[in-house]
């Protein structure tokens, strides 16, 4: 009786359409924390070449000096400006992680969407393809590859992680395709004579965003850390400045037995405060797409009667108005 | 049976398709990178040392592709891997035959120690979510977006010094021979505590997430209520009823994330010094030394196939479909 009560007084003030709230991912507070600090990156990424108090790779008096008001960061073993290397280094890491992250996407979306929706032989051969590339240690076989480039440009980096890193998307996409496929609405286009282009794109891909911008997410933070790491170990050339040629000098200048802490934490918090944040925004959209992932809230409640109850998933909470018997 | 054999197949062709790779991937390589090392050693390579160059570098100009690539598996089957650079004239083969148990041991134990915990923190995670246990959260995805090696920096600069009890580098004392006696154990364990923790701390957040994950998704399903209708404990719920049923994708999970997990502990080597194929290849890199992490790429290739077959034999175990007949 009360159930039936309150749904008559939920629906009566709906009189105004509802409207379409546009942004209502950003209302998630993980994703919008996300967001925030990936634009402050952002920003960095565009002006911090132009902000830096110093040049990055000019040397300076004061040798491994720690913090000052003159270096924020303090100084390395030729005197250099930790500061003004770590904001110089935001645009290259920035840049290697989103465009490798464009191109892994890009590749895994033809793959995996293809193999799914034709399906056949055509499935069989992509499926081992992808399989292939996920079994194959990913780190390795991009350190190889690298090595054997002379002097890589940021481009030609962030092209060889994406080449690489495509695989566990596209079978991502592919095992949702593959549900999708057989959908009502599917099925009606083809029915209405739709050209295939025109369901993948019109039909399939717009019920797909979700699983692509996870992946495309995940990818970023990969080709992110792997950029870092071929840095890190002498691979890619030292002339530019990215976080990983930061710490790779801190290693070789024996940063750590010099004290000089100040060398090698900001890069590393960089680090992971950018992958934090890509992190939060991949929460943000796994919750978006499946509510039940979010955090519950406070579970333990004191019922009228005194007692304690855990709530469950799955159970729907009851009020009892009459007295116990 | 027939799943069993599906996969092995798969394998096989994965490790056709790697070993193709590395015998391209020099052979791509504009200008010859391989012919300024070669005319270095030039005094010192023996000539059957050079003709094994040609063959794995592609610098042989006589034979055709497919001649050279007959040739690179008859070398490889003899386990001819060439000979090193840096530790010349060690062949390759011998070095990652030394380095590769200090690999295996190290990231082996903490992988299966980091999935494991992690699965029974996820489990705990999912369950009681809501809980004090949310905080894992946002503390662990912090400390998987930290890349390994960093980590390993700060743990040597914090928890190593004269003083301390963990060394802050090497695999063993400098003074001992390597040897099954109660010398060299003991020491070799206290050289490897750092390391480990150091992967297990950056690699269990994954497994804690997709676990927990796992575990909010099965938990509404219509079984887990029905057990829970039956008057089942909450333990036995939890336990024979949702976990038991979540732990089958984070399985299969855990065979295909191994290629990248295994490529982040290749670096907490490197920082630590620490005497396995990770090192290795480190030193490769710094001179050079194309043989050595050609090898080095191939043996890491392979131990991972292997140890997704591994994976594979429990997903066979645990998940009775896998089992059925035709």
Known sequence: MTASAVT????????????????RFVANKKAAAGLLILAIYGILAVIGPWITPYDPGARGDDLVQPPSAEHWMGTTHLGQDVFSQLLEGTRSVMFVGFFAGIVATVLSVIIGVTAGYVGGKTDEVLSALS??????????????????????EDWLIALVIGLTSWSWNARVLRAQTLSLRRRDFVEAARATGERTWRVITFELLPNLTAVIASGFVGTVIFAVLSEITLAFIGVTSATTWNWGTILFWAQGQQALAQNAWWWFVPAGLAIAVLGTALALVNFGIDEFVSPRLRSAGKTKIKTNTGRTVRMRIGFTPVIRKEPLP | MKYFLQRVSFYLFTAWAAITLNFLIPRMIPGDPVQALVTKYQGQLSSQAIDSLYVLFGLNKDANLWEEYVSYWKQL???????????????????ISSSLPWTLLLVGITTVISFLLGTGLGVLAGWRRGSWTDGLLPVTTFLSSVPYFWLGIIAIYLLTGPDSFFPSSGGFDAGLVPAFDQYFI?????????????????????????????????????????????????????????ARNALLPNVSGFALSLGFIVGGTLLVEIVFSYPGVGFQLFQALGASDYPLMQGIFLIITISVLVANLLADIAYLLLDPRTRKEG
């Open chain 2, 77 to 95: 089957l003899t386990g001819d891997l060439g000979l090193s650079f840096t530790f010349f004239p060690t062949p390759v083969s011998e070095i």
């Open chain 2, 186 to 242: 003991p020491s070799a364990i206290q050289h490897s505590l750092l390391p480990a923790l150091t992967i297990l701390i950056s690699s269990v957040s994954g497994w804690i997430l997709s676990m927990r994950n796992m575990m909010v998704t099965v938990s509404s399903e219509d079984y887990i209520t029905v057990a829970h209708a039956k008057g089942l404990s909450d333990r036995r719920v939890a336990m024979s009823y949702a």
């Open chain 1, 8 to 23: 008559m007084e939920q629906v009566a003030p709906v009189a105004a359409p509802a409207k379409r709230q546009r942004f």
């Open chain 1, 131 to 152: 399989n292939v590339f996920l079994v194959i240690p990913a780190l390795p076989l991009i350190i190889i590859i690298t090595s054997t480039l002379d002097n890589a």
